[in-house]
């Protein structure tokens, strides 16, 4: 009897649990956002087939850069690499020099140069993409993502557009040793702390004007480690470089590299030591070559590189509160003539490097320029632009 009632009881029971688990809620379907959150934003190459060049039209560019090239570079000075494409196809590229002239090891398309401030259209490009897939917001206060720093109204944008107002950090670690001790290389971490706890004020008001600063880029580095729980060279590995096949260029490993890659040098070829500002990242320290950059921009090209929404943001110009024709987007200078036509690019220059890539938008034109020994004549290949369209570049301009 005992046995029955307990079989009953135990029948009763798995029915009980078979007809209440025919009534739970079925799991809720994650979004594929959701499902990707912790992700990455990954570049795409262009892959669309580009428009064709005529064979007529290749060699009579081919031969107008050449002759601007000779007149540029004289007696093969550049100690760079150059490269001229449209539409993807290039039209023409070329490498010279030493990488290191101690050791003799020439300058080719596979070679790594410093590329200085250009560092900061990828860093913004990066950032570009967090923004895209909703990781960080645009108009965000800094503070949202870095609790220490000191100035409440800057905004991520305001890093972008060099509108926060802040100080140079090459001008407040330079100065007073109480501030920073020279002997020691400095970190982006450093630069943070230091805005943090010693006092240092703002250059002028929070989004009054525009004053380009690389302290902007090298806190946005420290926000893009922090959204992303990587290092910035492995962030930007993920981001950008890896699936743009962007194979010889890295942001440096300041304690592994610094030895390895090629050094710079001054006009006269005395190459200039190591810095105490050489470990800062963002603002600058990522090598390329003029290929990778290439493959950087047709990416940038790509449909589905940004929202439309935000690309046109990305080249508005946001310095408008004096009249002029100089202005920056977010990470991209630009020139705006009365005509309507614009200019976009962005230079650098870091001890003997010196860099320069344009994007002529409206021809699908790239143009990059980097050398490791100092000359200005790197800047002056923004010249080529009206061999493709109607650019009229003044003295001013230059």
Not at 14 to 23: E, N, R
Not at 76 to 104: P, T
Not at 154 to 171: D, F, P, Q
Request: aromatic letters at 12%.
């Amino acid at each position: 009897m005992n046995f029955i009632k307990r079989t009953n009881i135990l029948q009763i029971a798995v029915l009980f649990w078979a007809l209440t688990s025919c009534f739970k809620e079925k799991p809720k379907e994650l979004t594929d956002a959701e499902l990707h959150k912790d992700s990455l934003p990954a570049m795409k190459p262009l892959i669309h087939e580009n428009a064709k060049l005529s064979s007529e039209y290749i060699s009579t560019k081919k031969e107008e850069i050449d002759a601007f090239y000779r007149k540029n570079w004289p007696n093969n000075s550049m100690n760079g690499g150059f490269l001229v494409a449209k539409n993807g196809h290039v039209l023409y590229e070329k490498y010279e020099g030493y990488a290191n002239f101690r050791d003799k090891t020439y300058i080719t398309s596979n070679t790594p140069i410093h590329i200085a401030s250009v560092s900061k259209v990828i860093t913004a490009t990066a950032v570009l993409k967090l923004v895209n897939a909703k990781r960080i917001g645009l108009d965000d206060l800094v503070t949202v993502y870095l609790k220490e720093f000191p100035y409440p109204k800057v905004t991520v944008r305001m890093l972008l557009n060099h509108r926060s107002g802040m100080r140079s950090y090459a001008y407040f670690t330079d100065r007073d040793k109480s501030v920073w001790d020279r002997h020691n290389t400095l970190t982006n971490q450093d630069i943070l702390t230091i805005m943090a706890t010693k006092n240092i004020g703002l250059e002028q008001r929070t989004g009054t004007r525009f004053a380009y600063c690389n302290t902007n880029y090298a806190m946005l580095a420290l926000i893009v480690e922090k959204v992303t729980k990587l290092s910035f060279r492995e962030a930007l590995n993920k981001i950008i470089f890896k699936p743009l096949d962007m194979t010889n260029t890295f942001v440096l490993d300041f304690d592994n590299d610094k030895k390895k890659v090629a050094p710079s040098y001054k006009g006269n070829k005395v190459e200039i030591g190591i810095d105490y500002l050489d470990k800062i990242y963002g603002d600058k320290n990522v090598y390329s070559t003029p290929r990778d950059l290439l493959k950087f921009e047709r990416g940038r090209n790509s449909p589905d590189f940004l929202e439309p929404t935000l690309l046109k943001q990305v080249y508005t110009g946001y310095s408008n509160e004096h009249p002029g024709r100089k202005n920056y987007g977010l990470g991209i200078r630009m020139i705006n003539w009365e005509s309507g036509k614009s200019f976009y690019f962005h230079n650098g220059w870091w001890h003997g490097f010196t860099s320069s890539f344009i994007t002529l938008i409206d021809e699908d034109v790239t143009i990059v320029a980097l050398s490791n020994k100092f000359t200005k004549s790197t800047y002056a290949v923004r010249k080529l632009a009206p061999l493709f369209g109607e650019y009229p570049f003044k003295v001013e301009d230059e």
